[in-house]
């Protein structure tokens, strides 16, 4: 472990019994903040983040997508099994048909 540190000078009197030559930071540390601080580096770092937010952004849509696929072809199956029962010719069996579809529905539904 690298125990080289140096020291940087902090003027600032809201931190009561420190000295300044108390505030020391790890070796590294002057060129990570020097390196922050350029333009590019900010520049990459935000493409970096919108690139990430429009991927996070894609893939809630495509979920909106998927979800709304699936809806509409529950749909689609539920108004076709809802054709057939309209098509028996017997009334108690068209009843009992759409009886049975309006039960699987209220049971489906959270």
């Known amino acids: 472990m690298n125990t080289n540190f ?3 000078k902090c003027s600032n009197p809201s931190l009561p019994g420190y000295e300044s030559s108390q505030l020391d930071l790890p070796k590294g540390w002057p060129r ?3 390196w922050l601080n350029l333009q ?3 520049a990459v770092l935000a493409i970096l983040a919108t ?7 894609h ?3 495509l979920g909106a997508v998927a979800q709304g696929e ?3 072809q529950a749909r689609n199956l539920q108004n076709a099994a ?3 029962c309209h098509g028996l010719r017997n009334p108690v069996e068209r ?8 039960a699987e529905v209220s049971a489906s539904k959270p």
Do not use: E
């Not at 690139?51 to 952004?57: R, S, T």
């Not at 009843?95 to 309006?102: E, G």
């Open 6 to 8: 140096q020291s940087i």
């Open 32 to 34: 990570l903040t020097a």
């Open 40 to 42: 590019t580096t900010l």
């Open 51 to 57: 690139l990430g937010l429009m991927l996070a952004f």
């Open 59 to 61: 893939q809630v849509v």
């Open 70 to 72: 699936s809806f509409q």
């Open 82 to 84: 809802i054709g057939r």
């Open 95 to 102: 009843d009992n048909c759409l009886f049975l579809i309006k």
